[in-house]
């Protein structure tokens, strides 16, 4: 398992922009698929976006394609999810996940929660109409 911590969250306004970052620890995290999965209140914590080592391959819910863009800078081991046009029904607590399993998986499979054995204490994202 590695340590991971989120940070970047806060209010916004709909239609601005946040960038929320997640610091790793650990010596492989460039072998890691990573993942933002997020949690709204009375709602199931749910899948945002994952990139694999290989960072040209991302992969993203439907409901933020398009606006949310997910990286990673294996130098300074951070994650990143860049969030632009936000919109009230993003407003969650936003957390990072990392899966060092190095077996296959595939990209419905990153959307899993189970597959991830590292978690964040997440990072609180409020969007204002």
């Known amino acids: 398992q590695v340590q991971l911590a989120e940070a970047g969250g806060g209010l916004v306004q709909a239609g601005g922009s946040l960038r929320l970052s997640c610091a790793a620890s650990g010596r492989a995290f460039d072998r890691y698929a990573m993942g933002w999965f997020r949690q709204a209140p009375g709602k199931e914590r749910e899948f945002v976006a994952h990139?694999?080592?290989?960072?040209?391959?991302?992969y993203y819910a439907d409901s933020v394609k398009g606006r949310f863009t997910i990286s990673r800078d294996n130098a300074k081991i951070t994650l990143y999810l860049h969030m632009n046009t936000l919109k009230p029904e993003d407003t969650a607590v936003y957390y990072c996940a990392a899966r060092t399993r190095r077996s296959y998986v595939s990209d419905y499979g990153l959307t899993l929660l189970y597959e991830y054995d590292s978690w964040g204490q997440g990072t609180q994202v409020t969007v204002s109409s």
């Open positions: 990139i694999r080592w290989s960072v040209s391959s991302t």
